[in-house]
């Protein structure tokens, strides 16, 4: 989008009732609806063959989708209307072969580099969190290494499940083996439950993470918290991977691998709201699996976390193409 068009918004639910017609994110237009460009691109990837339990998260990202078509244009927690801000449009699904996950993994960096290629920023709906990989390999190559703010109860830095090296718990490690993560700013946040051994840890710790268990978030609060972590980015480009079984069973029971103990969606989204100066490149919602959950609370909880995200991208833009009319 050039700066003098005005975005396509969603569709208005005064004049069409909400719960009427196809889904996409947040009622937006296709990408193909606004001729191929978007500011920031929301994508689905329906893969879920990377889990080590409950299989599912590759129907997650239409369960977002549907649950995302009571979000409302303004967004008063950060005092913004992301979808006039920039263009914000939904990409569909990127079509992952099921049954070969390296394959899988190749297909979902080739679109993501077309989709980053254009100009768009990413807002992906898993799928499983095996595709934060291929997801981060894109981003790498355009903005170089980059901090990562991974909010899970896992740690995801574990080698390998039944001798595969891409899983849904593995993919942190690959991240940093490959050298496409800045190893100053990497943090977990909302860590907790049983591990294998304390190795676990100090392997994490080697690779350069910090950690803010889900117990840190409850005794410090979020407002602290975003502010540590909002510090230790700086100005570096930042991308955020959400498994939104971060969240405790009770916010977000529709997951494969859930753990007792978890942060609250309060919590979650106060944090992301605390990071909103961050310049955030393209982030993931994922680990969502609906045929668990119930009443749609997860899919709820992981539409208004991709509403986040996405207001903290759209402000990011507006501002940047304010700052170079200026000049
Ligand atoms: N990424 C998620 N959700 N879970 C990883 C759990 C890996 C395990 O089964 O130990
Ligand atoms: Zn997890
Ligand atoms: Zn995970």
Known sequence: MSSNETPRGPVDSSRVPRYAGPATFARLPRLDEVGGRA?????????????????GARFGGNAIREAS???RPYNPAQDASPFALAQVADGGDIAVNPFHINEAVETVEAAADDLLGSGARLMTLGGDHTIALPLLRSVAKKHGPVALLHFDAHLDTWDTYFGAEYTHGTPFRRAVEEGILDTSALSHVGTRGPLYGKQDLTDD???????VTSADVYRRGADEVADQLRQRIGDRPLYISIDIDCLDPAHAPGT??????GMTSRELLEILRGLASCNLVSADVVEVAPAYDHAEITSVAASHTAY????????QIAAARKDSEAQ
């Open 39 to 55: 500011d920031v691109a929301v994508v689905g990837v329906p893969f879920d063959s990377g889990v080590s339990y409950r299989p």
């Open 69 to 71: 078509r009571l979000l």
């Open 205 to 211: 710790e080697k690779m350069g993470f910090g950690i």
């Open 256 to 261: 494969g691998t859930p753990e007792a103990g």
């Open 308 to 315: 986040e995200l996405t207001t903290i991208m759209s402000r």
